[in-house]
T-cell receptor
Framework: KAGVTQTPRYLIKTRGQQVTLSCSPISGHRSVSWYQQTPGQGLQFLFEYFSETQRNKGNFPGRFSGRQFSNSRSEMNVSTLELGDSALYLC??????????????FGDGTRLSIL | QKEVEQNSGPLSVPEGAIASLNCTYSDRVSQSFFWYRQYSGKSPELIMSIYSNGDKEDGRFTAQLNKASQYVSLLIRDSQPSDSATYLCAVIYGNNRLAFGKGNQVVVIP
């Protein structure tokens, strides 16, 4: 069974640009969550999508947005990039069913560097 | 109070010894707890999940959960150099939102 696939693996952007990251979940998984990982802050939750709807949202500014398609694939967009957005962006998928007990499985991440 | 706390600094253990990692969480109603292992430059990998009070063993790993004390731990028996990594404690809050601790780095010395 294929794992979570994130593209691209690496990105270099400049301040003010925007970026779109993609995530394909494990087959059959309907929940996709996005996280930002930095050395100082650790893993921080961005948002979660389930059945094309944002179900949970973390404490990030509106420049961070996402969406989910009918095939459960998800994209994350960051607009007006800032130097502080340099991080590893991780996507995780799970079955996402009601009680939230199912573990989340991570993709390899997209490393975003802002110059 | 942080949602998930892992306070110990880097842990160095000799090969073959037991590594013990601890984690506390703030939400009494949390029901799902996970340990992830993250090698340098890689993404987190799920190694244990635990939902009920008590111990759960999987190979050389044992997870322990005490909901009354809001405490979850991970023991690594017979530590191997390949166990050298950062271990992340994670707790599900609300509806499928994972909160992570900052992680504990484990170094196994041959």
């Amino acid at each position: 069974k294929a794992g979570v696939t994130q593209t691209p693996r690496y990105l270099i952007k400049t301040r003010g640009q925007q970026v779109t990251l993609s995530c394909s979940p494990i087959s059959g998984h309907r929940s996709v969550s996005w996280y930002q990982q930095t050395p100082g802050q650790g893993l921080q939750f961005l948002f979660e999508y389930f059945s094309e709807t944002q179900r949970n949202k973390g404490n990030f500014p509106g420049r961070f947005s996402g969406r989910q398609f009918s095939n459960s694939r998800s994209e994350m967009n960051v607009s007006t990039l800032e130097l502080g957005d340099s991080a590893l962006y991780l996507c995780a998928s799970s079955l996402g069913l009601g009680d939230g007990n199912q573990p989340q499985h991570f993709g390899d991440g997209t490393r975003l560097s802002i110059l | 109070q942080k949602e998930v706390e892992q306070n110990s600094g880097p842990l160095s253990v000799p090969e073959g010894a037991i590594a013990s990692l601890n984690c506390t969480y703030s939400d009494r109603v949390s029901q799902s707890f996970f340990w992830y292992r993250q090698y340098s430059g890689k993404s987190p990998e799920l190694i244990m999940s635990i939902y009920s009070n008590g111990d759960k063993e999987d190979g050389r790993f044992t997870a322990q959960l005490n909901k009354a004390s809001q405490y979850v731990s991970l023991l690594i028996r017979d530590s191997q150099p390949s166990d050298s990594a950062t271990y992340l404690c994670a707790v599900i809050y609300g509806n499928n939102r994972l909160a992570f601790g900052k992680g504990n780095q484990v170094v196994v010395i041959p």
